[in-house]
């Protein structure tokens, strides 16, 4: 099974909180078709209605990302508008996202489609790539795609120091249900 281990978050200043270095336990196994608990504010119409037991009302090509009723679409035409930024977009003097950061945020809103679990927004980040935000009452969550290549997770609830998982690329999938699980349990 993958593993993911925490490391240095880019961006904060050493010092400022200490992250337990520890290995995620392998998420439980769970079908496709079996209901996701929580009640969390950015899932989809369709996982929503999987919680609820009422699948059968909610029309199956919600589930195409391409679907114009799709949160998806919106969110990949995102990662595709930031390559129309320019260096120090910020002002702070961030490079724009980059090819590889744009590339590696797809993958990342693929594995979410096939989950069908939309996250918050898809922005640039001051860290010099994609971010993708997630929110659940008191718990938040980021997907981090920077212009190096490297993906981190970063997972926080309440006023707790935030964990940072550095994601392997082979391991998307593992890491994105891993958020998944995080913010609706």
Not at 61 to 79: E, H, W
Request: hydrophobic fraction near 35%; glycine fraction near 6%; include cysteine.
């Amino acid at each position: 099974m993958p593993s993911l281990t925490s490391a240095n978050y880019h961006g904060m200043l050493s010092g400022t909180f200490s992250v337990a270095s520890r290995e995620l336990s392998p998420l439980p196994e769970q079908s496709s078709d079996a209901p996701i608990t929580g009640n969390s504010r950015n899932v989809t119409q369709t996982t929503t209605a999987k919680q609820k037991g009422l699948m059968a009302k909610v029309p199956e090509d919600l589930d195409n990302p391409y679907d114009a009723r799709s949160p998806f679409l919106k969110l990949f035409g995102r990662v595709n508008s930031l390559r129309n930024l320019q260096d120090d977009w910020n002002s702070y003097g961030s490079a724009a996202p980059n090819t590889k950061a744009r590339f590696w945020a797809r993958r990342v809103l693929h594995e979410l489609a096939h989950l069908n679990f939309a996250p918050l927004t898809v922005t640039a980040s001051s860290d010099e790539g994609v971010a993708i935000f997630f929110r659940s009452r008191d718990k938040r969550a980021s997907i981090e795609c920077l212009n190096n290549g490297e993906i981190l997770g970063v997972l926080s609830q309440g006023s707790e120091a935030p964990e940072v998982l550095s994601i392997v690329p082979d391991h998307l999938k593992h890491a994105v249900r891993t958020i998944q699980v995080f913010l609706t349990t």
